[in-house]
């Protein structure tokens, strides 16, 4: 048998074994899956979470209520309600504040961090026992440099969706 032969052999042999271990071997994991029982449970409610902070910034309050009702309804098969869900969440957000951070060489402040805080109440109208309040909170920093009207709306998006899966996660995909 020539070196060509033995290559080719190789390579089919090769190709057989990586085509066995991927048909015999699945692993599948599904990151937003929700753990509810839809037989029992069939729609949630969320409330708007007013903006009760010191500092308010606008858009805040109906941007965060907006993508918690997004979140549900994109991954699971829950009914939005008005109010009276089977799942119940309100709340309020309740911080919203500028930190100085790091300083610079000249005595002021290089870096500033903005942090969101919300107060949620979760009720499980099927099983009570799972009814919660929590607060959740989320921080973005930025150069100080440079104007928070500049970079806020970019900053409270990512907060925002950090919060709601954070909330979608103690809620109903029990993380």
Known sequence: MDCRSRIR???LWGMVLCMVLL???AISFKFNGANIDYSTTK???VADFPNNAALVYPPLSNDL????????????RLQL???NGDLELEGEIIGYQLTPMSIAADSYSAETKLTL???VRFINNVRPEESFEKTYSAYQTFDSSRLLTDVQE???QTMIKEI???IYNDTVAKW
């Open 9 to 11: 052999g190789y390579r």
């Open 23 to 25: 048909n015999g071997c």
């Open 43 to 45: 729609s949630i409610s």
């Open 65 to 76: 209520s907006e993508i918690i009702r997004d979140q549900y309804q994109r991954q699971t």
């Open 81 to 83: 309600l008005p109010k």
């Open 117 to 119: 805080t919300v107060r």
């Open 154 to 156: 970019e900053l409270c």
């Open 164 to 166: 709601a899966e954070s």
